[in-house]
């Protein structure tokens, strides 16, 4: 085969590993609140946001609110980032990140609000 | 007639079928003006009903007809009349209407521009339109309710933005542009004709390449205008399936100029065009279908149609794969045997080429991970720190062959004859390390990407200059990469150089945060829509400088009876960096309540106090003043008060909001007692008011404390802002000039 096929296949494969690596350490998969308070790995939960319960804290500089699953669990949720759109009118909200078992929350690195599924005005005009 | 709409979309789909069975006939009776003329005019039919329907739902938008699902669901009787018109395209079945609208248009220029190749194009093309007026039909937009609402619920506030006015229809233009290449690829397969297709496309593949990047700034200059998170890209699903077709076609555009000199990839470019056709249908199903629903923050629902777009990109991949195996071997090959020289210009293009499809491969891969792994395990998603792990070496690649191969030749060249043409590059590298180093260190793959990024903007802006000179068309590739080089720059200055403080604002302090003082003036409240806007004024100061910043917090009643709050934030744009104030959070503060009974009143809702009874029956706008800046939003509520069950008056306090009181915010009860009320609180979004009565029979209660309103916000000093802009804004021109100069003579 001609060298620059050679030298051509070697980096796209060479890439390709790196990519698939790199897919692989960063995959977040959706657990339960349960088995996010005893994971080692980022993890993604989903929940409903308890009324009431958001509020901003200044201390720690952060969004706090309490995330309440389906099978009743709860657990306190705390987000560095800026406050998404919707955040008050959500029904499922999915955090994103690592449960710090001393402090006893779940720290999200990113933050998915729902809003209910018949959404009156999708926020991409279906793009 | 019941639903006009749905019947002129039936009409359409069989004019877009009778122009195929007619270009059919026209592929093996070339010579028949019979089958031309029909296949022609079914086609110029089916434009005048997609356009007739089009016409139809804007009508139906702009008069409020609620009879339609889609009009309710999407558009309010108090809809300003520039977010009516954009309500046609808010949803998905709107949006498949636009599509289908601005492919009809781009085909009937396809029709008189395809000349011999005509039946081909226009039959690939017309299979295209059958699939999407399939999916139209599907998802009517004229789906008829069984009984008509009385208001419609109105436009997500999200999308009542102008930008998001255009940026559908934009992405929209550029989906169904890339329908052409691929068209004019297989006409070229099909009829042997192996070389014109490309000179004919090639025009459209860049058209396509400016409108969906167009669009995709758009959307990410929204984001970051709007939104308030300060940023511009999430790597979310919905933004990179609109990536995927356009780097794919950007590829495809650098090998159509390498076939159109060297006559070389010539079934490469075949598949390039198919794949970022098929892209846009991959991407539309992964956005449409719902399969992406739980990893996104963009609401998607399942509308049943997913079964029809795995079709469609299944029936295309076979036709593709069909044509490039039944044609392979005819292609004909040149310079085979010919040792392809490292240092040319074709070979930085071909790696170009090759690094532009693996970055479309691997965003293609994160984006697709939840349907991928949900095959297998679990259903996951990856990280936005994948899509950046991955594009980084890959960026930091594209640049360095920016910084040199623009100047390379056609053929062999030599080190030495290139070395002096590498100045300003050098210059530009230099330039570029310097700056980042004085900011901070970032990382290796970081400072590599800004001096490349240096490098090749210094270089291109050489080349672009003197190409200009010479001819003004010329200097559209120098100009694009231009472009890119400070995209990258401002990409590389905002995200590693980004610097924010949040910080607590109570009403009338300074406070300091990221070198500047602020002040709180106070919030300024104006009804608007359904909702109430809250405008934070603040009051900057830095040096000698001063000005005031307006971010502010919309809030409006939500469905589930919470009010639902998006905020906007000021950005002051420098040529070095943006100052970027985000709201966090809105706290109105409480007002002080005397000795006396504070009574909160719903709309509708009625009290009982002492021998009174109160009735809040409506807020009282009349008194507001619109003027910029000014204080004086007043805002009243209208209280039928009944004493001893006689007949109510209405009594109208006012408060001046911004205040905590004013003078016409107490009215006098009427009656011979001596019983005052004072209005002290309004919240619009909830329709209560809080008054305070003050007579015999009060009780004497506790005071509760005033605390003052207070914002929190959060300041970002944001370098490179400007940079970014203006290297899409130049990649966007330098393509615009790209389609006047390959558009064929």
């Known amino acids: 085969m001609k060298k620059s096929y050679i030298i051509g296949a070697i980096v796209v494969v060479s890439a390709m590993v ?47 609110f309490t995330l309440r699953e389906d099978g009743g669990d709860e657990m306190m949720v705390e987000y560095n980032g800026p406050k998404p759109a919707n955040f008050d009118d959500v029904e499922k909200v999915v ?29 991409k005009g279906g793009a | 007639m019941n639903n006009p709409g749905e019947l002129i979309t039936g009409l359409a789909l069989i004019a877009i079928f009778a122009s195929s069975l007619f270009y059919v006939l026209l592929n093996f009776k070339q010579e028949s003006r019979g089958a031309r003329t029909a296949a022609r005019v079914s086609f110029a039919g089916f434009t005048v009903f997609v356009t007739l329907a089009s016409m139809l739902l804007m009508h139906y938008i702009l008069n409020h007809d609620y009879r339609y699902s889609y009009v309710a669901r999407y558009s309010s009787t108090d809809l300003p009349l520039q977010y009516l018109i954009s309500a046609f395209w808010a949803g998905q079945e709107g949006s498949f209407l636009l599509w289908v609208l601005l492919g009809s248009w781009l085909g009937i220029l396809l029709m008189f ?25 599907k998802q009517s937009p004229f789906e008829q309710l069984v009984f008509a609402p009385p208001d419609g619920q109105g436009l997500n506030m999200l999308l009542q933005d102008p930008w998001m006015v255009i940026h559908p229809p934009v992405v929209f233009v550029g989906y169904a542009a890339f329908a052409i290449p691929f068209a004019y690829a297989v006409a070229g397969l099909w009829r042997r004709q192996y070389d014109t297709w490309v000179r004919r496309a090639l025009p459209w593949a860049v058209f396509a390449f400016v409108t969906l990047g167009a669009g995709i700034i758009i959307g990410g200059y929204w984001s970051y205008k709007v939104l308030g998170w300060g940023g511009y890209w999430g790597w979310d699903p919905v933004e990179n399936a609109s990536l995927l077709p356009w780097l794919a076609g950007t590829a495809l555009i650098h090998g159509m100029i390498l076939q159109e000199t060297k006559k070389k990839l010539r079934k490469t470019n075949f598949v390039l065009a198919a794949f970022s056709f098929i892209l846009v249908i991959y991407c539309t199903f992964l956005t449409r279908s719902g399969v992406l629903a739980d990893f996104s923050v963009h609401s998607f629902v399942d509308l049943g149609i997913t079964g029809w777009l795995v079709l469609f990109m299944l029936v295309f991949t076979v036709v593709t794969l069909w044509v490039l195996v039944v044609r392979a071997r005819g292609v004909p090959v040149s310079g085979k045997g010919e040792p392809w020289s490292y240092f040319s210009r074709e070979f930085g293009m071909v790696t170009a080429m090759i690094l532009l499809s693996l970055s479309t491969v691997i965003i293609g891969l994160g984006t697709s991970a939840p349907l991928i792994t949900r095959m297998m395990e679990k259903a ?13 070496p890959i960026a930091v690649a594209v640049l360095f062959l920016l910084s040199f191969v623009p100047l390379l030749t056609w053929g062999r060249n030599s080190v030495s004859r290139l070395l002096p043409k590498l100045t300003w590059g050098v210059g530009g590298a230099i330039v570029a390390v310097a700056v980042t180093l004085i900011h901070g260190y970032p990382g290796i793959e970081v400072l590599l990407v800004s001096m490349f990024g240096g490098a090749a903007v210094g270089m291109n802006l050489l080349l672009m200059a003197r190409l200009m000179r010479k001819k003004v068309t010329l200097s559209a590739g120098a100009m694009v990469h231009f472009g890119v080089g400070l995209m990258f720059l401002g990409i590389v200055a905002s995200s590693a150089y980004d610097r924010s403080e949040k910080v607590l604002l109570p009403q009338g302090q300074v406070r300091s945060a990221m070198g500047y003082d602020i002040k709180f003036k106070g919030p300024e409240f104006s009804p608007e829509g359904k909702g109430l806007r809250a405008r934070l004024p603040l009051d900057v100061t830095q040096g000698d400088a001063q000005f005031t910043a307006w971010p502010d917090i919309f809030s409006e009643q939500g469905r589930g009876g919470q009010p639902k709050r998006f905020s906007h934030p000021e950005i002051r744009r420098g040529f070095v960096s943006d100052l970027y104030i985000s709201p966090v959070d809105f706290d109105p503060g409480r007002k ?30 009349s008194g507001m003043m619109g003027r910029e800046g000014s204080h004086d939003m007043r805002v009243g509520a209208d209280i039928a008060v009944s004493y001893k069950g006689s007949e109510p008056v209405v009594l109208k306090p006012v408060i001046t909001v911004g205040q905590l009181h004013g003078p016409t915010s107490r009215v006098k009860l009427p009656g011979p007692e001596d019983a005052t009320l004072t209005l002290v609180n309004i919240e619009a979004d909830t329709k209560t008011v809080g008054v305070v009565y003050d007579g015999p029979g009060a009780s004497a209660k506790e005071e509760t404390e005033e605390t003052p309103a207070s914002v929190i916000a959060e300041v970002s000093i944001k ?16 393509g615009s000039i790209g389609i006047v100069r390959r558009w064929p003579k």
Request: proline share 3%.
């Open chain 2, 719 to 734: 370098p490179g802002m400007t940079v970014l802009w203006l290297g899409t804004f130049l990649i966007l021109l330098g």
């Open chain 1, 18 to 64: 790196m990519a698939l690596y790199s897919f692989r350490s960063t995959l977040t998969s959706y657990v339960s609140v349960s088995e996010a308070k005893v994971s080692s790995r980022p993890v993604q939960v989903a929940g409903m946001l308890v009324a009431g319960s958001n509020r901003y804290d200044l201390k720690k500089n952060a969004l706090v």
């Open chain 2, 113 to 137: 521009k395809a000349r011999d190749l005509e039946p081909q194009v226009m039959l690939v093309f017309n299979l295209n339109n059958i699939f999407l007026t399939i999916l139209l039909i």
């Open chain 2, 592 to 621: 002080k309540t005397g000795p006396a009974n504070q009574i909160r009143l719903k709309k509708g809702e009625t009290a009982r106090i002492h021998d009174y009874e109160l009735t809040f029956t409506g807020f009282d706008v």
């Open chain 1, 95 to 123: 955090s994103v990140g690592k449960y710090n078992q001393n402090k006893r929350v779940f720290e999200a690195s990113e933050l998915l609000v729902k809003c209910p599924t018949k959404y009156e005005g999708r926020v």
């Open chain 2, 380 to 392: 996951s998603k990856v990280s936005t720190e994948f899509y950046v792990n991955t594009n980084l």
